[in-house]
């Protein structure tokens, strides 16, 4: 099946290029509810015929499991792709189902070999911070992250959720390529700080969750219409009274996509694609999926230029959500600033 291939921007001031639309597949074996590993199989090829080169992971979900999914794919692609994986959530021995973040030098090195093992690759193209422990010196797992570079067993550096002095602190250790932050028409608390700095020095913003979680697609209303199992069911936005407030929210996004002939979902993820120009820096969105035609969607919405009238129907959304995009703010950038 042929089809045109998206564009590319730049992964850090002097990295490579990559298709200006990952893929996040945290969804494809934890998080979401049942899975189908032949569809998410399926996904990984279509999203490469597509141009998609941005594969996003992490050791935390599903405790290596999603790494060890993804493996046979990054060997079978390994000089077409880019493998993102990420440190910083630890699982304590005596109970699994927690997480505890740790920036400390010996984790750090463990956690790296550990993902090496599992994506069974040589190199991390891109290896991120998970998430910022405030008790250890950033300069410090910076310093960490850039020996590894140094060693050759990961070629860029990325953050996720930090805040705009921690990034410069960050930078002027090591250059850091991209910052991942939740960036969608429902959150936009990175605006204010963290995008100037990023655009400052030449770091390529990375957007999880420009969908809003799949809420933004309208796929569900409410998180009590999702599995048991749904990490959604934990996050305020989604559950009781303001689920049903933030639905209201959603009819500028569908009239929109009414006029374009696209789905809400292609017109949510065109507003993170417009914030490249409006803001003046490399932004490099990671919808997750784990379907073809899903992903055959997503990368359309490349394709869709809004106009500044659209734009300006889409503006007040975020301001207007009810509820945080976590129950415990204190792990984002937005709940140290």
Not at 13 to 25: D, I, K, M, S, T
Not at 132 to 144: H, M
Not at 268 to 289: F, K, R, Y
Request: with cysteine; glycine share 8%.
């Amino acid at each position: 099946m042929s089809s045109p291939k998206i564009p590319t921007a730049p992964l850090g001031e002097h990295g490579p290029e990559a298709g200006v639309q990952g893929l996040g597949c945290m969804g494809m074996s934890f998080a979401y509810g049942p899975t189908d590993a032949d569809a998410s199989r399926a996904t990984l090829e279509r999203a490469l015929e597509l141009g998609v080169t941005l594969y996003d992971t992490a050791d935390a979900y599903g405790a290596g499991e999603n790494e060890r999914f993804l493996s046979p794919f990054f060997r079978a692609h390994r000089d077409e792709i880019l493998v993102a994986t990420k440190f910083a959530l630890a699982i304590p021995p005596d109970d699994p189902t927690r997480r505890i973040i740790r920036n400390d030098a010996p984790y750090i090195r463990q956690a790296v070999e550990a993902s090496l093992r599992r994506l069974d690759v040589d190199v991390i193209d891109l290896y991120y911070m998970h998430r910022r422990d405030p008790d250890v010196p950033i300069e410090e797992t910076v310093g960490v992250m850039a020996e590894l570079v140094r060693e050759g067993k990961v070629k860029q550096l990325g953050l996720s959720e930090v805040t705009a002095p921690e990034l410069r602190a960050a930078h002027a250790v090591h250059p850091i390529a991209a910052v991942q932050s939740e960036w969608s028409l429902f959150s936009r608390d990175i605006e204010a700080h963290v995008v100037p700095a990023a655009r400052e020095l030449g770091v390529t913003l990375v957007p999880y969750s420009p969908l809003g979680r799949g809420f933004l697609t309208g796929s569900f209303a409410s998180a009590e219409a999702l599995t048991a199992d749904d990490f959604r069911r934990q996050q305020p936005r989604f559950t009781g009274e303001n689920a049903a407030a933030n639905a209201a929210l959603l009819e500028p996004v569908r009239t929109v996509a009414e006029a374009h002939g696209a789905t809400s979902g292609q017109i949510a993820l065109a507003w993170v694609h417009a914030q490249a120009e409006v803001h003046a820096l490399p932004v490099l969105p990671i919808p997750g999926t784990r379907r073809p035609g899903r992903v055959e969607e997503n990368t359309g919405a490349v394709a869709i230029e809004l106009t500044e009238e659209q734009l300006s129907a889409l503006e007040p959304i975020a301001a207007k959500v009810s509820g945080n995009r976590y129950a415990d703010m204190a792990f984002t950038s937005a709940g140290r600033e």
